[in-house]
């Protein structure tokens, strides 16, 4: 059964660090593509940032709106997933899902979501 | 940026009616197009992928197509358990964007 549980969620002041953690089992988490994605309070959904796989060479893209704050990383060794958060904005303020995506004859999608972690970002 | 807009951004119906959502894009992307399904506290789900390819388990009543800047959801024959909020979204470019839903009602 695949599971994908995040954590680190929390109040944090504007201005702060928050990491987020995401916890994968049940599938080869290597193989995949691990994306971070985001719905504010009753709004839709943000795509955040991304991380490739080894095989190309885990790197990273990200939403112009969290580039040079946000940083994602992995460790296929733990089959984990992590978002590090800095200089927080309230706009920030969000439940944040880590998301695996696989690529099925050429096309690219988000197979398998956690059930989220929301942060809050407040004075 | 691709935008997407989906029509309508809300939509009453009845158990049994057969409904289509609309997505468009500011660009197009080819077939690079998913579908997702999302209840009240929820995680998003997979519907379809590649337009028009149904992810396994997901029931034969949701249907897509569509291809380059206009993509249909269709669900069939509403049941109980479709009442929920449905997103397109865009994997042809970065950033990766999704419309801004729409909220599917029990009439």
């Known amino acids: 059964e695949v599971q994908m549980v995040e954590s680190g969620g929390g109040l944090v002041q504007p201005g702060g660090s928050l990491r987020l953690s995401c916890a994968a089992s049940?599938?080869?988490?290597?193989?995949?593509?691990m994306d971070w994605v985001r719905q504010a309070p009753g709004k839709g959904l943000e795509w955040v940032g991304r991380?490739?796989?080894?095989?190309?060479?885990?790197?990273?893209e990200y939403a112009a709106s969290v580039k040079g704050r946000f940083t994602v990383s992995r460790d296929d060794s733990k089959n984990s997933l992590f978002l590090q958060m800095n200089s927080l904005k309230t706009e920030d303020t969000a439940v944040y899902y880590c998301?695996?995506?696989?690529?099925?004859?050429?096309?690219?999608?988000?197979?398998?979501w956690g059930q989220g972690t929301l942060v809050t970002v407040s004075s | 940026d691709i935008q997407l807009t989906q029509s309508p951004s809300f939509l009453s119906a009845s158990v049994g009616d057969r409904v289509t959502i609309t997505c468009r894009a500011s660009?197009?992307?080819?077939?690079?197009l998913a579908w997702y399904q999302q209840k009240a506290g929820k995680a998003p789900k997979l519907l379809i992928y590649?337009?028009?390819t149904l992810q396994s388990g997901v029931p034969p009543r949701f249907s897509g197509s569509g291809s380059g800047t206009e993509f249909t959801l269709t669900i069939s024959s509403l049941q109980p358990e479709d009442f929920a909020t449905y997103y397109c979204?865009?994997?042809?470019?970065?950033?990766?964007?999704f419309g801004q839903g729409t909220r599917l009602e029990i009439k």
């Open positions: 998301a695996a995506s696989l690529t099925s004859g050429g096309y690219r999608h988000f197979n398998y």
């Open positions: 049940g599938f080869t988490f290597s193989d995949h593509y």
């Open positions: 991380t490739r796989n080894k095989a190309n060479s885990y790197t990273t």
């Open positions: 660009q197009g992307t080819s077939s690079f």
């Open positions: 590649a337009a028009s």
């Open positions: 979204q865009q994997l042809n470019s970065y950033p990766i964007t």
